[in-house]
């Protein structure tokens, strides 16, 4: 098992590399064009005693009452285990219209044990500026689930203190967007790169006959991210002409030579222009065992003699067997790699070797530690 992730990693190095063109809409997207947070406080009820009685569901519970009407004397503390406040929150996405609904997430912000069975009374779910752009209500729908005995012990299955209510929010109010304030449009790069960003600005001008040799440009790039590009006006012509260019395929650049490990899974990926300057590389391991081996020493039966327990101490040191290799310049990594899997090295071993590279200066590209 622990040669599965360097001989993964073998084979898609070894493995040619395809590059293919890829749509305008899959590497970019349109400045102004973006989803927006909304949070909210609220009451769930109905829970069967898995709620709280902390002062601020109290509280909530008695503004609750006083909504519809209700007054409660200040002395008198209500028994509301089958209440609990909880954290509404949800994703407005770009273009929503007042009247669709949206899924919501509720999270329990008090000492409840668990929201399975309980419902989501009426929440407003405000945005940044603090203005209420829907309104949440529901019955929730808990996977989790927790069990406790009358001894305090406990056992609890993924997070019965989070739920989910599908559509369960209505939008009350949209998001003006920013797709029609200018006489152009922005595509921002989902990921930087100053030769994306003219691969893509030359395809926009090449398809629509723009010419920037002659100040005839349609798009622009502005930077590694953003590419502007000269829009209609009129907003019908405006979305058939992003519903157009969306769909123009260019090739991207390559990316930027990297090593990427995670050391917490033992996963290490390595992009296919890293190189190697000339190195030697020499690794093994020491292996040390400590073993406890009792004498036990009996005195002649005829001496006033004690029994006694000497404790005898085996240290086995064993070096296991390493190899040097040595690589050639502009060597790639998938050699070093043949060469580590040849010899059964686990991915941490390989990792050891490429964070020595990269102190010793051998190693052409970037590494990246997660």
């Known amino acids: 098992m622990k040669f599965i992730t360097v001989a993964l990693m073998l084979s898609l190095l070894l493995s040619p590399f395809q590059a293919q063109a890829q749509r305008i809409k899959d590497l970019a997207s349109v400045q102004g064009v973006r989803s927006n947070q909304l949070v909210g406080y609220g009451l769930v009820v109905g829970l069967p005693g898995t709620g709280e009685t902390s002062p601020f569901t109290e509280q909530s519970f008695r503004t609750m009452l006083s909504n519809f009407g209700i007054s ?134 090449m398809r629509l006959g723009g010419d920037p040799s002659k100040g005839t440009a349609i798009a622009m790039p502005m930077d590694a991210a953003s590419v502007r590009v000269s829009a209609p006006r009129d907003q019908a012509q405006r979305v058939s002409f992003l519903a157009t260019i969306e769909n123009f395929e260019f090739q991207p650049a390559a990316a930027p030579a990297r090593v990427v490990i995670n050391s917490r899974t033992g996963t290490i990926v390595i992009g296919e222009d890293v190189k190697l300057l000339p190195a030697a590389i020499t690794h093994g391991g020491l292996t040390v065992t400590i073993s406890e081996n009792a004498q036990v020493d009996q005195p002649n039966a005829l001496a006033n003699g004690n029994t006694v327990i000497t404790p005898q101490s085996i240290v086995d040191v064993q070096l296991d067997d390493s190899r040097m290799f040595l690589f050639d310049p502009g060597v790639s990594l998938d050699e070093l790699v043949r060469a580590v899997n040849e010899i059964g090295a686990a991915p941490g071993d390989l990792m050891a070797i490429l964070e020595a590279l990269r102190q010793a200066g051998a190693l052409q590209g970037e590494l990246v530690i997660i």
Do not use: C, W
Request: charged share 15%; hydrophobic share 40%.
């Open 72 to 205: 409660l004397d200040s002395s008198v503390k209500p028994k509301i285990k089958n209440v609990a406040a909880v954290a509404v929150h949800a994703t407005l996405p770009a273009f929503s219209k007042p009247g669709q609904n949206i899924d919501v997430t509720v999270s329990s912000v008090g000492e409840a044990s668990s929201l399975n069975g309980g419902t989501l009374l009426q929440t407003f779910l405000r945005g940044l500026d603090g203005e209420i752009y829907a309104v949440a209500q529901g019955s929730l729908v808990v996977s989790g689930f927790g069990a406790e005995g009358n001894d305090g012990s406990r056992i609890v299955s993924n997070t019965p203190t989070v739920g989910r209510i599908a559509n369960g929010a209505v939008v009350e109010r949209a998001v003006p967007s920013g797709l029609m304030q200018n006489d152009y449009l922005t595509l921002n790069l989902n990921t930087p790169d100053f030769s994306t960003a003219q691969a893509l600005a030359d395809v926009i001008n």
